[in-house]
């Protein structure tokens, strides 16, 4: 193959590398306004009146409360709980209240800081733990956003019974690019808006609910990051800038300031994970009861995916004959988390490789032998009852351990490393990953994307967006190969709604396994066309091209069509919950300081099922990225928050992502196991690199200083106390 | 105040009030956009450029402060029209993804190359401490730096 299996540069590399693409903020409409948001100071209060400090000076300030909104007051995503802008009480300590824009950024922040609102205080919800059958109700009849069960086999009578409890803290996507948007006007009375965003169509969704009317169009500008930050939030930033517009008459632009980002967008979500499992006395599973609490904050969100995608991971990538899990997402008075890489999966599958850790720990056996024993392998059948095939948990580990054999880099010390009380540890964790949409998803979004032949070259039309993972680069390499062109004669469209197909949302390592197989199916149906067109028999696309006696473009579409083999029962949450997984295993070399329990991370070698790497330098792009978000979560990243669920780490300051000096050597292998209903056989690995690298941290850190840590981040203050507990135990 | 500075080896000239942040003078007065703001505060290193063959993070120097100076910026990076061998390095390993902190760490990758040619993995990360990157694990950005002369060759 020309264009597959090859680490083509980026289409939009040299753009990026020069300066010269445009985010949102180098754009600057003429007559542009800056917009500021209000946001609430209590976490629970009545609005009792909103007003303009009279001392300032409002010349060329408009201001927007909810009664501007001239549809719904609704961000409609599953939902439609979450208001625009609060409207007689705020349940979040972020939530926007009104809206201000003036002409110079500086002059609407100052604005928004002169816009006076009394409250009246209402009682808080801040701990989880006591939010279901709270008295304080946030949402419904009792606080929780989404609850599910899943059984399978019948309980075993015998076994040794292992429990554990383990926690994950939020985490903050820190997208190096502000969340940002500009609306403007359309001739015909309608919006454009243009921004950093993921999921264009979320957000046209969300706009025509809101207007009122469906003038509205979405473009995607570069995208500095998202990670699932940038998945549901840009449908609220939209908004703002959306009504800010209609009030000023003229266009507007909110970026946000780092710190605001930082305190009022979507996080992960936080987790409580209690398992309890049966294991016989050679370490093979029996039994494994998972009970899985997340805190949702104040609105549904993504909240009941982000559960449900835990839930059916909460077994790790192991075999059991019997399951049981469940899992609830309640409401807090806290600012509502969101997509995260991973999306719940990484909460669970700390905890399910902790649990593995922990059964070895109590039967005396190595972690790894453990794992060897109870690793899915094909014809496994898990949770749901899905029979797994393609599986590559063994590959992938004998693969990791293979290239963790090589003798470990000589990593220049940092000041006050490496003196006589650090020590070193190695630690290992698998994951697998469902890819795409959990269950009917996919059928029921009906991804489309569509093939346009223009003056002989070929635009892929779709509202797949490109951040900085490659998609781009991907659906050309597809299309190229598809026809046997080179990769110059494919573009891809920009991302307007207006122009492209819903493709269906940029998230749940979906884009180039279900969106690259659409992609792939409309240049089948080109070479089709041109065959139809032609009457011609042959399969060379110039030889067609040469055939046309027009020269008029020509479109082909197509919708994505689910294997109708899977079958999916959403009630009973039984069936085939992802066409395919990937799979991984991550080995960490790590020091540790047992007097500061400062981390140094030594190495990072990691194993990963693509199917097929369309791009492997792509493909390596990703998972050494993902794998570093999960370091950072593991040892570094805490969201420091105060009693009333106000984020106090708001700044590059105070949360903490890895630099290059905190970042290890990183070997990262490919393994293939092609999934057939993936172009070329590849599957999803946008976040299974985020699945497993902070449990073999933990693992790591155990092996150096002997101390259990079951909780995450594992900040140095962490790594001690836990080892002043230890040794406070063992003086007993 | 009527500034006059160097930018990219041309004379550049703004009216601005003394204590406009170098990266407002260069994204809204000179209309180069290539340096980024990730964090206002100088810890990010997204609106790095070179002035007087220093790396500094431009949000935090006040213009007035480069009146006479030479700054070079991102877009100072390629010489008619051809890539600067950071830039093709960038390119050839993967170094940039979502972008937005490439500029800043393209300047300050080129201001180590100009010291030291043939830095060793750990120079780089060291050279590249300021500069912070969420997409790439900066694997790929250490590899780009230390065969960046290789790709020239």
Redo the contacts between chains.
Sequence with gaps: MKNIGI?V??G????????????V??L?PDGCWHGATVRASCAHARIVKIERDPAFDWTDVVIVTARDIPGENVIALITDDQPCLADGVVRHVEEAVALVAAPERERALDAARHVRITYEPLPVLIDPEQSIGSPIRIYGENNVFKQITIRRGDPPTVGRVVRGVYHVGHQE??????QGMIASARTDAGLTLIGSLQCPYYVLKALKRLLGHDRVNVVQA??????GGKEDYPSMIAAHAALLCLKAGRPVKMIY??DEDIRATTKRHPARVSIESLVAPDGRLLSWKADILMDGGAYNTLSPVVISRGLLHATGPYACPHVELSGAVVATHSPPNGAFRGFGAPQTLFAAERHMDRIARELGRSPLEIRRLNLYRDGDVTVTGQTLYDVGGAAVLEEALAAAEAPL?A??AQPGEGGASWRSGRGLALAFHGCGFTGNGEAWLKGKAALELRDSKLHILTGATE????AETIFTQIVAEELGISLDRVEVARHDTAEVPDSGPTVASRTTMVVGAVVQETARRMRAALQAETGSTSRDFDTLLAARTVDSPLRTDHTYEPDPNLVWDEHRYSGDAYPTFGWSCGIVDLDVDEDTGVVRYRRFVSATDVGRAINP??A??QL??????ALGWATLEEVVRDDVGRVRSD???TYI?????D?P??V?RLVEIPYAGGPFGAKGIGEIPMDGPAAAVAAAIEEALGVVLDRLPMTPERVVAEMNVALSERSF | MHIEFSVNGERREVDLPPMTRLLDAL??HLD??????????G??G?CSVILDGEVVCSCLVPVVQVAGASVR???G??RAGE?DSI?AS?????A????????GF?VAARDLLDRNPHPT??Q???A???????????????DAVVHAEAVRE
Aim: net charge neutral.
């Design positions: 680490g540069p980026r939009d590399g040299v753009a990026k590398v020069t300066g010269k693409a445009i985010y903020d180098d600057h996507q820190l997208y190096l690019e502000p570069t995208t500095g990051g998202g990670f300031r780092r880099p990593v220049a951040i900085g993972q490659g330098v792509l390596i792009g050494e990225g993902g794998a570093l978000q700044r590059v300051t992502i890895p630099t290059s000096v970042s050597q990183m990262t | 994204r809204e180069l956009t290539g340096a980024k703001e990730g964090c206002g505060e810890e990010c997204a910026t991102v877009e990076l390629a890539l830039q960038f390119l050839k390993h993967g940039a993804q979502c972008g937005i902190c490439t500029p393209l993995p750990d780089a990360r060291d590249l401490a300021g500069n912070l990157c969420r997409c790439t694990g900066y694997q790929a950005i250490v």
